[in-house]
Nanobody, 128 residues
């Protein structure tokens, strides 16, 4: 079992930045791919970014490419999402997710069904 706790959300003006963190605990000795998803008001949960265990491969949704950066520190069992040039449409609850790196593919890592473990979410609100 892996427990995930997100932090770093908040209220920011358009054009601003936030850095989300996701701390993992429990069976963190295994190799996990990590992802960020978000769910805006009245919307379905959507993929934002993901990173493989080695950190060598990262994946982004087109809507955030060039503005968001995912990274990880395996020694701290933490994954980060640096969000720059935020837009009102980025407003959502952001969720961290994890699953075994060995089962991930370039397609599966972008899907919510590709993750077994989820955090509770952190709210990000971008005002215009």
């Amino acid at each position: 079992q892996v427990q995930l706790v997100e932090s770093g959300g908040g209220l920011v003006q358009a054009g601003g930045s936030l850095r989300l963190s996701c701390a993992a605990s429990g069976r963190t000795s295994s190799s996990y791919a990590m992802g960020w998803f978000r769910q805006g008001p009245g919307k379905e949960r959507e993929f934002v970014a993901a990173i493989r265990w080695s950190g060598g491969s990262t994946y982004y949704a087109d809507s955030v490419k060039g503005r968001f950066t995912i990274s990880r520190d395996n020694a701290k069992a933490t994954v980060y999402l640096q969000m720059n040039s935020l837009k009102p449409e980025d407003t959502a609850v952001y969720y961290c997710a994890a699953d075994s790196d060995s089962v991930q593919t370039a397609w599966r890592i972008r899907t919510a069904a590709g993750y077994e473990y989820w955090g509770q979410g952190t709210q990000v609100t971008v005002s215009s």
